[in-house]
């Protein structure tokens, strides 16, 4: 019950900070009572981490959306090029956020933003370039799924800028993407079918010197192909299928960065 309100009260923090649209800096420069850091430099931080999820998941849509595609046997060149990628993400992006990605340095967001999500935009190009080999394999190429090319991504990422970014689930199939105690928590909340959609969940400790964010995650029509029912039995990649219906809470992204006050 404690955790349950200590997670509460930083959703009602936060909630203050997300109503700020992208543009518009909050005002003053308040520092944050149980952590002494400048509220200023918090909510820029949080407003960068969304925008790295939402970037992320962006990315997992496009490769979702080619699925079909790519799975299709005998098609020797799936057009899946990582310029016809990049495009897309792009547009993608643009939808999701009204943030251009051709046009960072002129939009209105946090420097640390913009060159965190240039990094990004790099290693998710940098990645499907990798891919093209398994994309173009005449006999299908069910290994280029999401998870796959967002678990591919975050290693690079996190490599290149010391920003963990990370794709989880309260029961994953991958024991590599299980969640620490934190993420836990946070996808408790998320699968309550009555918390608001697509509200994240922030906390910043001073002990910890990082803010960590977890971005929500639904089941798309796409994602049942693989997620949905019949729950047990297998999907095309070998797993059981979760069972999940549409629209119903399929885990998150996770971001961690550093904060330096
Ligand atoms: C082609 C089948 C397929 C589709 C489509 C698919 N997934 Fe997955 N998903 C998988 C597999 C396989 C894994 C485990 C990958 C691995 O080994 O790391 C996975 C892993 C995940 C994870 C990480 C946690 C875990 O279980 O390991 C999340 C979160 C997730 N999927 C959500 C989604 C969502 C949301 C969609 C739709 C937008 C989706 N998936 C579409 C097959 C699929």
Not at 13 to 22: D, F, M, V
Not at 25 to 54: C, D, M, S, Y
Not at 170 to 181: E, G, K, M, Q, Y
Not at 229 to 240: C, H, M
């Amino acid at each position: 019950m404690l955790r349950l309100l200590r997670w509460i009260a930083v959703v009602v923090i936060i909630s203050g900070g997300q109503s700020a649209r992208a543009g518009e800096p909050p005002a003053g420069k308040t520092t944050n009572q149980t952590t002494g850091i400048a509220l200023q430099t918090v909510l820029e931080v949080e407003q960068t981490a969304r925008f790295l999820a939402l970037l992320l998941d962006s990315g997992r849509a496009v490769v979702n959306d080619y699925q079909a595609l790519f799975d299709e046997p005998g098609r020797a060149k799936k057009g899946f090029t990582p310029a016809v990628f990049e495009r897309q993400l792009t547009d993608m992006f643009r939808s999701r956020s009204g943030i251009d990605l051709d046009n960072l340095d002129g939009s209105r967001i946090p420097s640390l933003a913009k060159k965190l999500m240039k990094e990004l935009v790099e290693t998710s190009t940098a990645v499907v370039a990798d891919l093209q080999s398994e994309i173009t394999r005449s006999n299908g190429s069910a290994g280029v799924i999401p998870a796959i090319y967002g678990a591919r991504v975050v290693s690079h990422f996190t490599e290149r800028t010391g920003v963990r970014m990370k794709q989880t689930a309260l029961v994953p199939r991958n024991a590599a993407n299980a969640p620490d105690s934190v993420e836990r928590s946070a996808l408790e909340i998320f699968a309550d079918p009555n918390y608001p959609r697509e509200k994240v969940i922030t906390e910043t400790t001073a002990r910890s010197g990082v803010l960590r964010l977890m971005f929500p995650l639904y089941a798309t029509r796409q994602c049942l192909d693989c997620h949905g029912e019949p729950r047990g039995a297998l999907d095309r990649t070998g797993y059981p299928r979760e069972g999940l219906k549409l629209g119903q809470s399929a885990g998150a992204i996770s971001v961690t960065i550093p904060i330096t006050k």
